[in-house]
């Protein structure tokens, strides 16, 4: 989970986000070289009148400006176009879990059990554990299988809400009267934490996630329990 000493994107859980780490990094290596590009030539400009009178009228400067900016964006482009497919493409799932957003908590359905739902809501700051987070932590955890392909269908009861657990790269918006899909594959056992990303009222800031993966075996004891 993220601190407030966390500077960088929080340590991937899911194949999905290691790309979209590699693609920050990626980005913003060209976008450093650009600054320091542009950097030195306004300082040049500054500081040499030769430069300043070199670079008046000179069609090769115009050409070079005009091209090469083309060539970075296909650089950045064609990377980033290869995620968008991948976010979206759609493998066999071997569980499907259902979210419904609330005002405000979060409804999981076990499409593929008979009777398993429940309501998550935040813990009360009086009610936490020593080894729970402030505002972080929910009464009923989403518990789930490592190395399992998962599919969460998303939708909300009454205002957009976002399902969103940034460790494992998925953020979907959850509309009333539409049901969004996304899928992910979880390769490391912990605790994952998310929050509504939408501004959906109030309490808005007070509906976390919580995901908790364990190993099929864990999985099935607790499938057991209902």
Not at 75 to 98: H, Q
Not at 132 to 137: A, N, P, T, V, Y
Not at 151 to 158: F, H, Q, V
Request: net charge negative; charged share 15%; hydrophobic share 45%.
């Amino acid at each position: 989970m993220a601190t407030w000493s966390t500077l960088n994107l929080q340590d991937s859980s899911s194949p999905l986000m290691e790309q979209l780490t590699f693609f920050h990094d990626h980005t913003l290596l060209i976008l450093l070289m650009i600054t320091i590009l542009v950097g030195y030539t306004m300082s040049s400009l500054f500081f040499n009148k030769f430069n300043n009178r070199f670079l008046l009228n000179q069609q090769m400067i115009e050409v070079v400006w005009t091209v090469t900016p083309a060539i970075i964006l296909i650089f950045i482009a064609l990377p980033s176009l290869r995620i968008l497919y991948l976010l979206d493409e759609a493998i066999d799932p071997m569980i499907t879990v259902k979210t419904i957003g609330h005002q405000w908590y979060w409804s999981y359905e076990y499409s593929d059990f008979s009777k398993i739902e429940f309501d998550s809501y935040m813990k009360p700051t009086n009610e936490l554990e020593l080894n729970e987070f402030r505002l972080l932590e929910v009464d009923n955890r989403v518990v789930l299988p490592l190395k399992t392909q998962i599919r969460m269908l998303i939708t909300a009861a009454d205002v957009l809400h976002s399902w969103t657990i940034p460790s494992l790269g998925t953020k979907v918006d959850a509309t009333p009267g539409r049901l969004n899909q996304v899928n992910f594959f979880i390769n490391r056992p912990g605790l994952f934490y998310g929050q509504c990303s939408e501004i959906c009222g109030a309490n808005h800031s007070f509906m976390p996630i919580v995901i908790e993966s364990t190993s099929p075996n864990s999985f099935v004891k607790w499938i057991s329990s209902f």
